[in-house]
């Protein structure tokens, strides 16, 4: 999950990529950071069995004998990677995710590969937190006990749901009992891993969506995610809008959910996650905190500092077309720096999903500048009760979780 995303343009219309060399990127700029943020590794597989209907990720339908050009796929991925080492040259990557798509159709042996190159090119560090998306219709035990040996060390579980009815009517391919398999399969081997869920699901009840959220809590992921089901623009969902929950009743779904997470001991530390104590996600913890990832494959974003600059780059999106593009060793679609204005309201749209919101310090450290560049837009949160601001930490109140958007949007326009 990539928190900032470039514009987008259909590939067929971009701009070709004008290829610049490490130098450029170390000139003199608009920024002076005094420190490089942590680095990120983002993997993006772009295929799944089935497109759901609310899912507008890039990801794409494989044919009907489950095959798509694994081998092909994972030759870019390691040349991606060879044509960005001179980016991060000697930087250490603290976490990998492994994300789509369903990345857990790749073969264990495919799996195995692709960590193999990851580790020949890039210094890991020791306690790196590796993580690898999968969707209970893929499971198998001795496939991801094949995962686990080959360094993957955590699992985020697209369960969305326990109740068949509601998995239906979500396009899942998988059922109540599969998704249950998923969950024992994890626990076999795993001892890191995340659930997410789904609530305000068309026809759900309120106690259909507690038993969702008890039947996770009984399973004790070390994670839980969850997320309200939103209508995303073109997806089939947004053409063919399925009767919801009204705004009352996922707002007592909110309520409850908040009330037993709490109850079981698992800290809400974003806005849409929760976790048992030192369980939080270090990858996307990276993100909120403006950290810096580099994205490989179809359709993945990257965030890159530099002394002097911030750097936002976008792969090609389409499976056929990134292929193609990677035997001319040509990846990147789209490239922009981060405007001077921009920054205050990038860093904040991502530090205040935190709970606990950040130091007060980490905005200069990130973004080069001092918090004199937004001081009247902090000021204004303060003052209308949606702002915790002293010399140590920034935060968000209550009412300002509850209102986030306007929060956020509070820091648009910049300096």
Not at 61 to 76: C, H, K, T, V
Not at 223 to 246: G, Q, R, W
Not at 366 to 371: D, F, Q
């Amino acid at each position: 999950m990539i928190p900032i995303k470039p514009a987008e343009s259909t590939e067929s219309a971009a701009l070709p990529f004008v290829t610049k060399t490490v130098a450029d990127y170390l000139k003199p700029g608009i920024l002076q950071l005094t420190t490089l943020p942590p680095l990120s590794l983002y993997i993006h597989f772009p295929w799944c069995v089935k497109k759901c209907p609310y899912c507008d990720f890039n990801s794409h339908e494989i044919n009907a004998n489950r095959s798509f050009p694994e081998e092909a796929y994972l030759d870019a991925l390691r040349n991606d990677l060879e044509q960005a080492l001179p980016m991060i040259w000697g930087r250490k990557i603290y976490t990998v995710f492994i994300g789509g798509g369903t990345p857990s159709l790749l073969s264990a042996a495919g799996l195995d590969r692709l960590l193999s190159d990851v580790r020949t090119l890039l210094p890991l560090d020791s306690a790196a937190e590796i993580t690898m998306e999968a969707n209970p219709g893929t499971f198998e035990a001795e496939k991801f006990k094949s995962y686990r040996a080959s360094g993957v060390n955590r699992l985020s579980i697209g369960i969305q749901s326990f109740n068949s009815q509601h998995l239906h009517a979500l396009g899942r391919i998988h059922d109540g009992k599969e998704a249950r398999a998923a969950v024992e399969i994890a626990h076999a081997y795993f001892d890191n891993f995340n659930l997410d869920l789904m609530y305000a699901l068309p026809s759900q009840t309120l106690e259909q969506a507690r038993e969702d959220v008890q039947t996770a809590i009984k399973m004790a992921p070390p994670h839980l995610s969850l997320y309200h089901l939103t209508m995303e623009a073109n997806t089939v969902f947004a053409k063919y809008p399925p009767i919801l929950p009204d705004d009352d009743t996922s707002a007592e779904m909110q309520d409850m959910l908040q009330e037993l997470t709490a109850a079981a001991a698992y800290a809400h530390y974003e806005v849409s996650a929760y976790a048992q104590a030192g369980r939080q996600a270090r990858h996307n913890l990276n993100y909120w905190n403006f950290g810096d990832y580099l994205g490989i494959g179809a359709g993945a974003h990257s965030k890159i500092s530099f002394p002097h600059r911030i750097l936002r780059q976008a792969r090609y999106k389409q499976p056929k077309t990134y292929l193609e593009q990677a035997l001319r060793n040509n990846f990147v679609q789209q490239e922009a720096e981060i405007a001077r204005d921009e920054l205050g309201f990038e860093f904040m749209l991502n530090a205040l999903r935190l709970s606990d919101g950040f130091p007060a310090t980490l905005f200069a450290e990130r973004t080069g500048l001092t918090l004199n560049a937004i001081e009247k837009n902090l000021q204004q949160a303060e003052k209308k009760g949606l702002l915790y601001c002293d010399h140590q930490i920034i935060k968000p109140t209550e009412l300002g979780k509850r209102f986030l958007n306007d929060l956020q949007g509070m820091f648009l326009g910049g300096e």
